[in-house]
């Protein structure tokens, strides 16, 4: 029986995976073209799987040298000698796996690994790639994965000059080299020039520069996820509704592989032990299994995190763009911005930056809200002391919580002063929600409302979803407009009930929480 799999290469005889037929053939059409180029996504985006495939469906045509930096250590890299014996020990693994090259090329392999005193250069090892080349029958083609294992590595650099130069002369005087060179990691090749060279050297200066752009989504469709789930229902028979379930969880992970295969092997491995299968394949189980995702410890956040305590500037620039709702033109040629979008952490969304995922948003704005709590915040430790109050039935009192906010927010900080800012009370109100929701309910910020102006808040309890439109009273006129748009806000939610919490300067207002019914909704607006 077939499983999901997140821990390594996923395999379509042994794990439930999204069809990547297609996308592996448009690769083709760039390794055809002989092309060279390279694959730069963020950790866990499938690149290893996409690049097997990819193996396997050029093998009928081309010979494939599938090989990957991942094994080479530090040492190897450390000297022009080291790096030449550590890759022919590449190309030796998969002689023994059955990749089949001529004997003399054998041989010259075996030369430059036993030599003392005559050690074994970069050029002289190209030399004998180019002999392989020119005496194959098909035409080869050489895969790297984990490139970034050369981070750093003046011999890299060396490496990919010596890929140009064979490569321009490969048009220019017809020498056989290699058809088609595919490099894939997260760190884009320039980054690593860029860390390699002095200062006075780095520039543009790229031994990298001839490599053909890669826009090939490699995101995973919501079809594609409908097609995973049907083979899944298949082998199961859980009655859940395969178009629901891959709309909704496409709808979290935008399509990352990683958290794609997290949700259904969580739902498969845990929540289906709790509630029936077909329970479980429901909204209320992929709830669950997204509320486990944001709690563990997993080598992809881990990755997130430690890029953002290893660049500060990119940290600041992802606070303000979640907590401050600062609206950033995307720029490619902007270093913040490029590198941010290189470790998945944003997209471009209508020449706008916007963060990757729903579930990546709600991990940042949890860690950013930590970094408060760890300041002992007083809103954190108010709903913290509050929060059995406010379940009433296995329902949260949304409307008591809205009351219990405002009294709370008016005991501490006083009345509203000019300079207070939409973010401020965001974050605050998040600071009061969280230890109400944490461990059994899930919140997120809809994007598309999140601005310096207003914010909705979306909240699941337990199958539940409340929207929670924030804002600054800004007159009537404004406030009607707010109401109508979180009506039809409500209407896209199948909901009823809506809420609404304004920060309002004005001095006569009539603070606390009043009922409002529009049309056949009701909505209960809060007024600080």
Request: hydrophobic share 35%; with cysteine.
């Amino acid at each position: 029986m077939k499983a999901f799999n997140t821990s390594a290469v996923c395999i379509p005889e042994k794990h439930y995976m999204v069809d990547i037929s297609e996308r592996v053939k448009e690769i083709k059409k760039m390794v055809d073209a002989g092309k060279y180029f390279t694959i730069n996504r963020a950790r866990q985006y499938g690149k290893t799987t996409t690049l097997n495939a990819l193996s396997r469906y050029l093998m009928p045509e081309y010979e494939v040298l599938n090989l990957s930096f991942a094994a080479i250590g530090a040492a190897g890299f450390e000297t022009e000698e080291e790096f030449v014996r550590a890759f022919i020990r590449q190309i030796k693994r998969r002689i023994r796996t059955g990749f089949i090259i001529p004997d003399d090329i054998k041989e010259q392999f075996e030369d430059y690994m036993t030599r003392k005193a005559d050690k074994a250069k970069l050029d002289e090892m190209f030399d004998t790639l180019l002999d392989w080349c020119d005496e194959s029958d098909r035409k080869i083609v050489m895969i790297i994965d984990e490139v970034d294992s050369a981070t750093n590595n003046q011999v890299f650099l060396d490496f990919l000059a010596q890929l140009r130069d064979n490569y321009i002369n490969r048009d220019t005087m017809g020498i056989k080299t290699f058809h088609s060179v595919i490099l894939a990691g997260v760190t884009d090749i320039k980054h690593l020039k860029s860390k390699i060279r002095e200062e006075s050297e780095a520039k543009q200066n790229s031994p990298w520069n001839i490599a053909a752009d890669f826009d090939i989504d490699m995101s995973l469709s919501e079809e594609g996820i409908k097609g995973m789930l049907e083979e899944y229902e298949e082998d199961h028979h859980t009655g859940m509704d395969t178009a629901e379930m891959a709309k909704l969880i496409h709808d979290y992970t935008s399509g990352y592989p990683f958290l794609v295969s997290r949700i259904c092997e969580l739902i498969d491995t845990r929540i289906s032990q709790s509630m029936s299968l077909n329970e479980a394949w429901s909204g209320r189980g992929i709830d669950e299994a997204v509320k486990l995702i944001l709690s563990e410890k997993n080598t992809l956040f881990d990755s997130i995190t430690k890029n953002l305590n290893n660049y500060p500037e990119l940290k600041a620039s992802i606070r303000s763009v979640l907590m401050e709702g600062t609206r950033i033109s995307w720029n490619g040629d902007q270093k913040d911005i490029e590198e941010l979008q290189m470790y998945g952490l944003i997209k471009n969304d209508h020449n706008m930056v916007r963060i990757s995922n729903r579930i990546f948003e709600t991990r940042l704005y949890n860690l950013f809200l930590s970094d408060e709590e760890l300041k002992s915040n007083v809103f954190s430790r108010e709903g913290e002391l509050a929060k059995n109050q406010f379940v009433e039935d296995g329902k949260l009192n949304m409307r008591l919580i809205l009351e219990k906010f405002i009294v709370t927010y008016t005991d501490i900080c006083g009345p509203l002063v000019d300079r207070f800012k939409e973010k401020d009370g965001r974050e605050l109100f998040l600071l009061y929600l969280k230890p109400i929701i944490n461990g059994t309910g899930n919140y997120y910020i809809e994007a598309q409302t999140r601005d310096m102006t207003r914010t909705d808040v979306i909240v699941d309890y337990l199958g539940q979803q409340y929207i929670i439109e924030l804002k600054i009273w800004r007159g009537e006129r404004y406030n009607a407009d707010g109401e109508k748009q979180i009506r039809e806000y409500l209407d896209y939610w199948h909901l009823d009930t809506g809420y609404m919490l304004s920060f309002n300067f004005n001095k006569n207002k009539e603070q606390g929480v009043k009922r409002v019914e529009i049309d056949d909704k009701v909505l209960f607006e809060g007024t600080v």
